[in-house]
């Protein structure tokens, strides 16, 4: 008898399920449609001689609505094939399909509350998500839900899957897999991103190409997996985050978003423009030269210091591809916390989530200092009374 794998898919817009109207612009299209399309395109590889699309159809889609991926799957990944597994999706959308550039944290909080309430039933997860704001989402999905114990994939598509020459059926095609088949690899437990035959940590992606298919890339730290001819899982380049002990995922809050802002340094910046965007903010994301330099000029630190003084918690990230920032220049006197290698979407994403936290604020400061879910090299994150190095705790427990 087979063995069982169950993959909850999340539609919630973009342009992988896009198709342009009467007036040749993009409109989103509803779940029944883009579920129709992708059953069709399962009867091509499914098909046995003599059946017709009916037939077909009958066989791969459930009575209770599961349809049955791919069977040649199976044959990427040698446990599967030997164990005979068999992966069956369920496809939900949000209420309403969005524009990924008008995703807000509220609907971060939307989606992972989606997973969790499927968190015991699938084996794992893909979320239809728009390229733009994608490592925005997929950032701050692994802080909401924290440690799991099944794979979060999140992808999209440059060209919409109705298109002739789409990316977006390779990468469901290719998220799916991963999160089926090679669902129970303890190294994909955790939120992650797929683009084009590459599986990233998601929370060290960084969208870096809109005119290519090849849109995603992690700066500093090497794939989870590539999907090439072979499918290979670099377990041995990656550097596993330590999940720490006393801290339970928490959404962002539904009804206030914290004055997160971003600072970034240019020359001539003036007095006026940074102060401009320090008072009020609860949290500035501070984008520097190089390795962490700023003007070394006298007001600058007044303006950081006097910031600081009011609680306003400041993050330090370079604003170059890849790098890291280091506690030794100025803004380090002024209590601006390294970011190390963090992206700026993760950083931002981080600065949210823990704003929206019940953590007091020297517990806010030293999770900012220290790596909770492997999205920065800083040190990781260890709280009081915990020994160092000691195992954490993980959201779920296994069925």
């Known amino acids: 008898m087979a063995v069982e794998r169950k993959v909850y898919v999340l539609y919630t817009g973009g342009t992988f399920g896009m198709k342009k109207d009467d007036k040749g612009k993009l409109a989103p299209q509803t779940l029944d449609v883009i579920k129709d399309f992708i059953i069709r395109h399962t009867i091509l590889y499914e098909r046995k001689p003599g059946e017709s699309d009916e037939d077909v159809w009958n066989r791969i889609v459930t009575p209770d609505g599961l349809i049955t991926l791919y069977h040649q799957l199976a ?50 997860f893909v979320i239809i998500h728009g390229t733009d704001t994608m490592a925005y989402t997929s950032s701050a999905l692994s802080f909401i839900l924290g440690k799991i114990y099944k794979p979060v994939i999140v992808t999209g598509a440059q060209m919409p899957i109705f298109h002739p020459r789409t990316d977006g059926l390779d990468n469901f095609v290719g998220s799916m897999l991963m999160a089926g088949y090679f669902c129970d690899r303890e190294m994909l437990h955790q939120v992650m991103l797929y683009d084009l035959n590459k ?9 870096f190409d809109c005119d290519s298919f090849s849109v995603f890339d992690s700066p500093d730290v090497f794939p989870i ?17 330590i999940f720490p002990p006393s801290l339970k995922s928490k959404a962002f809050t539904r009804t206030e978003t914290p004055q997160v802002r971003i600072l970034r340094f240019f020359p001539g910046i003036t007095e006026n423009y940074v102060r401009g965007i320090l008072v009020g903010a609860d949290g500035v994301i501070l984008e520097t030269y190089g ?10 630190k007044e303006c950081l210091t006097e910031a600081d003084k009011r609680g306003v918690l400041m993050l330090n ?15 380090f006197e002024a209590h601006v916390i390294p970011g190390y290698d963090i992206t700026p979407e993760a950083a931002m994403t981080k600065m949210i989530w823990v704003l929206n936290s019940d953590f007091n604020p020297e517990t806010k400061r030293k999770i900012l200092k220290h790596s909770l879910y492997g999205e920065s090299c800083a040190p990781s994150y260890c709280p009081p009374n915990v020994e160092p190095g000691q195992k954490g705790e993980r959201e779920q427990t296994p069925e």
Do not use: F
Not at 233 to 240: D, G, S
Not at 291 to 300: F, K, M, Q, R, Y
Not at 317 to 331: D, E, K, N, S, W
């Open 75 to 124: 044959e990427d990944d040698p446990k599967a094939k030997s164990q005979k597994y068999k992966v069956l999706y369920r496809m939900d959308s949000l209420p309403t399909p969005i524009d990924s550039s008008n995703v807000t944290p509220k609907d971060w909080s939307d989606m992972a509350e989606r997973i969790k309430e499927h968190m015991c039933v699938y084996d794992g």
């Open 199 to 207: 599986l990233y940590q998601g929370n060290r992606v960084v969208k």
């Open 225 to 241: 997996a590539s999907l090439e001819t072979t499918i290979k899982l670099y377990k041995h380049k990656m550097v596993e985050p």
């Open 291 to 300: 390795s962490g330099n700023v003007p070394d000029v006298a007001w600058l």
């Open 317 to 331: 990230c370079t604003q170059v591809y890849r790098g890291t920032v280091l506690p030794i220049y100025a803004t």
